[in-house]
Structures are given as C-alpha cells and as structure tokens.
C-alpha cells in the first residue's frame, strides 16, 4: 500500500492534481505584510507546499497582535520577535520541506526589486494604501499577480489583479487615499473571522494560478461584512482605457521618493529608514553610555536614560540589523530623527 503524502487530500481535488502539486512545490510567493492577513495567508501557503515563500515585514510582534495574528505567540511579544522571523520560524515546524526567507524591512522602491526577484505571485497582507501601491505597479511593470485584500473591523474587500487581464488598483482607484483619511485596525478595530475570509479567497486565487487554473481566477471585487451578514461581488472585466498604470505604463510609485521616516499609526512611534552606513554591535557600543540596550545578531532594543516621552517613560528604541529603526515614545518625527541621529548616526 503507498503512504500518502502530506499533500494527498490536495492532490487529490480537481485542478490540482500531481502536475498542479508539482507546480505548487515549484513556486516563490511572496507575502508582504505579515500580520493578520499575512499570517493566515502564510500558514496557508506553506501547509499547501509552496516551495519558497518569502515573508517580508518591518514590524514587531506585540501583545494586542495576538487576538488575530495565528502564528505567534505570548513569548513572540514579551520577547519583541520580528513578525517575519517569528512567523517563520513557526512555518519551519510546519513544513520542514518548504524553503522560507524572512526580511525584516520596510518593502520601499528602493528594495522591491531585489526583495521581489523571481516571484511568481504576491501576496497583500499590508496596513497601508502606499506600500499597495507601490506593489501595484511593480506588479504590473513585471507582469507578476497581486492579490489585493484589506480588511478592517468585520468588512473585507478582496480583487486578484492579473496584469493584462484584470483592473489594477490605479483603473479603480487613481490615487490612494490620504494617509489622515484611511481608516485602520488601530482605530476601528478588526474581528478575525473576517480577516480569514479574506485570506482564504486570496490564496484560493494563488493556488488557482500556481497550477494553471487561471481562468478560474475571480474577476471580480469582493466585499463583504460579516457582522451584518452581507457580500456582494462586483464585476471587473479588464484594464481601464486610460490607467495611467496600465495603458500608459507610467509607474509613479516605483519612482516615488523613498525612506521617509513614518509614524505608525496609533502606537506612539516612528519607523525610520536604514542610514547609508550602518554597523549593529558598533551602534550598540555607543548606545550602551546613553541608556540600557541590549544586542543580539539581528537587533538592538533597549532605552535611553536621557530622552523622555510626555508622560514621563523613557524612550525605546528598536534597532535591526539593517539600521532600520523604531522609536518608541513619540509621534513626532522631527524628534525621533533627531534622537536618532544624536545617538546613532545618520
Ligand atoms: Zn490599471
């Protein structure tokens, strides 16, 4: 008798099969964003055998994370694990067959092509409308499918976006909203049911894709909310006439300015871009006369003994490896640039 493998129940549905397994372990789908969305879509595609999955996120796991993002745990957040290699490290376990990269960076149009290279699909698991657009038309210039989704509180909106085939985001959406009027999980909050609605039809279309189902792939938007028990699907046929992005193959956002400093919306804090040059133990010297750091091969956290917050607490920082850097405290991001140029460098 033969064993079944770990992906027979896959195998054995309609459209996959052994060649569509086969183009599955021979894959690279990038997820970029590994938070709520991003974890699901993640477990999913390296329970399925993605053979590469590149998970790309510049942010730390925290507690209030826990409530929806599946892949980490208690100790992720008391011990600040980078959500790209705690997740992971959680998926090794998973699937010890798939190959998983992490990087732990803000995806800029400084990075994307060699954070991107050699990407079959991918995959939104993002909190901002910049970054989504930035991903949009990479994903057009290079003809590679990005599966839209954003979801806050109960309600989802879901579009696969095939370059040539489907609307990109720019044919719907020209522009994308400004940062002060979007509306985010810290402000309104997010129920994870909805987030795994909108996970799921996202790797459906991925594997429909993989395995070269592709005119089974969704043209249309989905919108839903769960918690009023409505959906509605929307129907897209292809690229808008006059996309800016599609038609005229203008790809403002790759040539957009990049590595501006951003405040994290709602948490106090300010991410800022990697310096030129950047050494992490030589950092954490210099750091160690002005607060309590500690340094490990990928980071350094710690605070300062000299630079308060307004109420009271000391500032923190966050340091990767790469010089990225979060400053934990302040909103402000002239005084986060200077805090950080005081004492690391610029
Ligand atoms: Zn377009």
């Not at 590994?34 to 053979?51: D, E, K, N």
């Not at 806050?152 to 085939?165: F, T």
Request: aromatic share 6%.
């Amino acid at each position: 008798m033969v064993t079944p493998d770990r992906y027979h129940r896959q195998r054995l549905v309609d459209g996959i099969g052994d060649e569509g397994q086969c183009a599955i372990i021979n894959s690279t789908v990038a997820i970029v964003g590994v938070g709520a969305l991003g974890c699901m879509s993640a477990s999913i595609l390296a329970r399925a055998g993605v053979g590469n999955l590149i998970l790309i996120d510049r942010d730390i796991v925290e507690k209030t994370n826990l409530q929806r993002q599946i892949l980490f745990t208690e100790e992720d957040a008391t011990t600040q694990q980078p959500k790209a290699t705690a997740a992971a490290t959680r998926l090794s376990a998973v699937n010890s067959d798939i190959s998983i990269t992490a990087h732990v960076e803000d995806l800029t149009a400084r990075n994307i092509d060699r954070l991107l290279a050699g990407v079959d699909v991918i995959v939104d698991g993002l909190d901002n409308f910049n970054t989504r657009y930035l991903l949009n038309d990479y994903a057009v210039k290079t003809n590679t499918p990005f599966m839209f989704a954003g979801v806050i509180a109960s309600q989802g909106n879901v579009m696969s976006i095939i370059p040539g085939v489907t609307p990109c985001l720019r044919c719907l959406f020209p522009d994308p909203p400004k940062s002060s009027e979007q509306d985010t999980c810290d402000t309104l909050g997010v129920l994870a049911p909805a987030i795994g609605i909108a996970a799921s039809c996202q790797c459906m279309d991925v594997l429909k894709f993989l395995t070269g189902n592709q005119d089974n792939i969704s043209r249309t938007i989905l919108t839903f909310d769960l918690w009023n028990t409505v959906s509605n699907r929307i129907s897209c046929d292809g690229p808008v006439d006059n996309c800016t992005c599609c038609h005229q193959e203008q790809f403002d956002f790759l040539a957009a300015p990049v590595s501006e400093p951003v405040a994290l919306c709602g948490k106090l804090a300010v991410s800022l871009p990697s310096p030129e040059h950047f050494d992490l133990h030589a950092t954490a010297k210099k750091l160690q006369e002005h607060g309590s750091f500690e340094c490990s091969d990928t980071m350094i956290r710690g605070e300062f003994h000299e630079e308060q917050a307004a109420d009271g607490t000391a500032i923190k920082l966050l340091c990767f490896h790469n010089g990225r850097a979060i400053i934990h405290g302040t909103d402000d991001i002239r005084r986060a640039k200077a805090i950080f140029e005081r004492y690391v460098g610029n």
